[in-house]
């Protein structure tokens, strides 16, 4: 639902004076003639430099961006800006985390941390804006994504294979044999982190299925091919990390997959006996796989039942300590919280935390929304997700011709990026590294274009 206001028709109707004023100019000029196509390469760009350059790098893309975006506002005939109502949940979020650093005890640092929320927040709007009259576009980043992927599931499979140096105490040994502690990879991201690379992988998978099922679904099974060889690179690059939080973001996917699969058979191909049938042989070859896996690798199996160690792993006991400081820390301030980022995190933890349990954040999503900005941030972020989440599953659902399939197939894209994002994200705060915003607001963004185009 696009929301209708009269700010907004002001804006729009303003801009429309400005467009018309400059239009001799544009029609001089290369680059704003162009200006669409110049954003979609810079968008791209901002995607791969995610793959090797560090968080700062990478933030100079989006803003690039965000300014061609506002000069594209201003000059490109018919260029408006539309909100939907989950929009305006992010909006509402994105007021809170202000308020909440301007009121924070550590203003400064809160300052820094929160630039990077306005540059997220900001890139979003910059993609929902693109793709609201670019949806013909989206299958090249679908493409774009899902070459990344595979390239550093490659590198993530050399590295666990050949045994590559451990950065970091990153699995607790005590309680396995030597041989069955896996050689965790960290592919090509900076700063070099496993649970960072899992992040990433639950982030792009969600694309490269999304490329698979559109590959079927246009007969374009050349693409959908290569999505399916990507697709099982990933999946085994995901156990090459050893992320635990990864490992549950995978699963999501896979049973998320598989429930909406089903939906869209029953929605679509309704009277179709035969393709009902080839759906389940494929989920029960699918569940086969990952049994066979889980039975042929050990080092995988109990990496995977680590998880319910709970104070017997070493990184399980470090988690709950700091999630027990974490939630002293937003009792005392659950209002509008602490202030946002690390830098402020780090100050404010120290007065709560257990000796010897240092901590850059909750490593908790909700939780850490909660203790920077507060209960109230937390609510306009889960509405915004619910809101989504309800536009996408109507969208789907909706058996009228004018939802075509490959629209239905980006939207059940992001419906499994939000899945295993925030599956992972219950566990681990890897959520706000660049590398996995730009994953994830992109493809939000997108099936926002989808659902409401013009």
């Known amino acids: 639902m696009l929301i209708q206001s009269f700010f907004l028709d002001l804006k729009n109707r303003l801009l429309s004076c400005v467009q018309d004023k400059l239009a001799v100019i544009v029609k001089n000029s290369f680059i704003l003639d162009k200006i669409d196509e110049i954003i979609f390469f810079v968008i791209g760009i901002t995607l791969v430099a995610s793959t090797f350059m560090q968080s700062e790098q990478i933030g100079f893309f989006a803003i690039i961006s965000v300014l061609l975006t506002v000069i594209k506002l201003f000059t490109k005939k018919n260029a408006k800006v539309l909100l939907t109502g989950f929009d305006a949940a992010i909006l509402v979020y994105f007021l809170i985390c202000f308020i909440s650093t301007i009121n924070s005890t550590l203003v400064p640092q809160s300052i820094h941390g929160f630039l990077k929320t306005v540059i997220y927040i900001f890139y979003y709007f910059v993609v929902v804006n693109y793709f609201q009259t670019n949806q013909c576009k989206i299958k090249y980043l679908l493409f774009l994504v899902s070459v990344l992927c595979l390239f550093e599931g490659v590198i993530a499979l050399y590295q666990n294979f050949a045994g590559v140096e451990q950065i970091s105490t990153w699995q607790d040994s005590r309680y396995i044999n030597p041989?069955?502690?896996i050689a965790r990879a960290y592919g090509t991201l900076k700063p070099y982190n496993p649970n960072l690379l899992g992040g990433y992988f639950v982030a792009g998978i969600p694309y490269v299925i999304a490329l698979l099922a559109w590959g079927v679904v246009n007969k374009h099974y050349k693409s959908a091919f290569y999505a399916l060889g990507s697709l099982l690179v990933c999946a085994l690059a995901i156990f090459a990390t050893g992320c635990r939080g990864a490992y549950l973001g995978l699963g999501a996917i896979i049973v998320g997959m598989m429930l909406l699969v089903t939906i869209i058979i029953k929605t679509d191909f309704k009277y179709s006996e035969k393709l009902k049938s080839v759906w389940h042989k494929i989920v029960v070859a699918i569940l086969a796989m990952f049994a066979i896996i889980l039975v042929a690798v050990p080092k995988i199996t109990k990496r995977i039942m680590s998880i319910f160690l709970l104070r017997g792993d070493s990184s399980t006991s470090f988690r709950m300590n700091v999630y027990h400081s974490s939630m002293?820390?937003?009792?005392?301030?659950?209002?509008?919280?602490?202030?946002?980022?690390?830098?402020?995190?780090r100050e404010i933890?120290?007065?709560?935390?257990?000796?010897?349990?240092?901590?850059?954040s909750t490593y908790s999503v909700p939780l850490e929304i909660a203790v920077e900005a507060g209960i109230f941030a937390l609510i306009a972020f889960v509405a915004f997700i619910a809101w989504f989440l309800f536009d996408c599953f109507k969208f789907i659902r909706n058996e009228d011709d004018t939802n075509c399939l490959s629209d239905k197939v980006i939207v059940c894209g992001s419906i499994l990026a939000i899945l295993g994002v925030m599956i992972h994200g219950m566990f681990d705060t890897i959520f706000f590294r660049p590398q996995i915003q730009f994953l994830f607001w992109t493809m939000i963004a997108m099936s926002s274009g989808v659902i409401h185009k013009k």
């Open 179 to 181: 041989e069955d502690a």
């Open 349 to 360: 933890y120290g007065l709560y935390m257990i000796t010897g349990f240092d901590a850059l």
């Open 328 to 345: 002293q820390m937003f009792c005392d301030n659950w209002i509008l919280g602490i202030g946002a980022g690390n830098q402020t995190f």
